[in-house]
Structures are given as structure tokens and as C-alpha cells.
């Protein structure tokens, strides 16, 4: 019998750290991929990918760079010249969004997984508690897999996990505690690389996340903040 290998997409965060974690409890080898699209956190997310893998000892990793959406610009987390919102999760797709990444990023990982006859694709997307991506749908998800499966070899049959969807950010610490993702390593800040924010909306998010779980967040941030904004 072949062995199972899964390509994960693992930018670094807490939720894609937990989502390649399940994939290796589910019986598979990893295959890590990073993307380096000029956001914000571009250096501290490819460090904390680095640390991450490590921990779960894949058996290949890619990072890739992708420059045109610094290009398109439209986003906070591509455009400096966009102030990155500190006010609260907005209503809507926030300026956060990145135009169309989840796509891009699943196709790009469907190209690897053909290539390693991969069967299994996971990507750590949250639809219940997220921030009104309309890329981390789950019909959407679906639908995509759908259609890389039409647009690959017939003997290819990928099949995108997405183990975190329905979850709460709280559910997401307390699954990464008992699983022992090495949460220390993540990040999810939007604007900083030294000292998470606190402020912004990836932050509150996951600092709500923590205090949901009652468990203080191992992260360093500015002004020693450990409770929700």
C-alpha cells in the first residue's frame, strides 16, 4: 500500500498550523507549501512557517513567491498605502481581504499535489468565526475542488480538506493544545513582525480566541497585551 500524502498550506498562523497538524493525525505525509505574496508580515509568516514544518517533520516544503499582488494592490495587507483597520471586525469583506488568495493559493497547491500524486489538499479555512472572506466559504471550497478535478489528469483525485471550517476561534486554541501545535511558533498579526498589535483584526480574533479557551495566548504583544481589545 502507497503511503497518504496530503499538500498543506501553511502560512504561518495558528489555523493552518492546527489544519497540517489534523492531516498528520488523519495518517498523512506532509507536503508544506508557503506563500510569499509582499504582504505586511511577509518575513515573520516565512519564519514561523519554517518553525512550524519543523515540528511536523513534512517531507517536502515550497515557498512561493507571488509579486502581482503587490501589484493589484486593493488590499491592506498589499498596499502600504491602505492603513490596516483597528477598530473592530468590520461588516462585509473587511480591506483585509486579498483579492481572489484562496484560489490562487489552491490552485498553485493543486499543480504540487499532481505532481506528487498527492490525494488529499488541506487548507486551514474558517467560515463560522472568520472575518467575511468570501474565499473561505465552504461551497466555495467545494467548488473549487470540483473544478481543479476537471482540470487535472484523470487518474488525479484531489480532495480539499477543510477540518476548521465550522469551528470557533476558541475551538481552534483548545484543538491546538491537545494536538500540541507549537502555537509559540504561529502568527497572525496584520500589521507588525516584532510584537503582534493586539489591535487589529486577525489579533482580537485570536486573543478572543485564547480567552474563550481560558488560556493566555504565548505570543508576544505590544504592551504585554493578553486579553481581548
Not at 465552504?138 to 483525485?157: C, H, P, R, V, W
Request: charged share 25%; net charge negative; aromatic share 8%.
Amino acid at each position: 500500500m502507497s503511503e497518504k500524502i496530503a499538500v498543506c498550506v501553511i502560512s504561518g498562523g495558528m489555523d493552518s498550523a492546527l489544519s497540517a497538524s489534523i492531516a498528520k493525525l488523519d495518517g498523512y505525509k506532509i507536503i508544506g507549501v508557503h506563500f510569499n505574496y509582499k504582504q505586511r508580515t511577509e518575513k515573520k509568516e516565512l519564519e514561523s512557517f519554517r518553525k512550524v514544518i519543523k515540528e511536523l517533520g513534512v517531507i517536502k516544503e515550497y515557498e512561493i513567491d507571488l509579486n502581482f499582488f503587490e501589484q493589484i494592490g486593493a488590499s491592506a495587507l498589499t498596499d502600504n498605502s491602505i492603513e490596516v483597520p483597528v477598530g473592530g471586525v468590520e461588516d462585509g469583506v473587511p480591506i483585509t481581504y486579498v483579492p481572489f488568495r484562496n484560489g490562487i493559493f489552491l490552485s498553485i497547491a493543486s499543480a504540487i499535489a499532481e505532481k506528487h500524486n498527492a490525494t488529499a489538499l488541506y487548507i486551514g479555512v474558517v467560515e463560522e468565526d472568520s472575518s467575511g472572506y468570501p474565499d473561505c466559504r465552504s461551497n466555495y471550497i467545494s467548488s473549487m475542488q470540483n473544478a481543479i478535478n476537471l482540470g487535472t489528469k484523470d487518474e488525479t483525485n484531489i480532495e480539499i480538506k477543510m477540518p476548521l471550517v465550522n469551528m470557533r476561534k476558541s475551538e481552534i486554541v483548545s484543538s491546538s493544545i491537545l494536538l500540541s501545535v507549537p502555537l509559540e511558533y504561529t502568527w497572525s498579526c496584520y500589521k507588525s513582525e516584532d510584537e503582534a498589535c493586539g489591535i487589529c483584526d486577525s489579533c482580537r480574533l485570536r486573543l478572543n480566541g485564547f480567552k474563550m479557551a481560558n488560556q493566555i495566548d504565548p505570543i508576544k504583544y505590544k504592551d504585554d497585551i493578553n486579553v481581548t481589545c
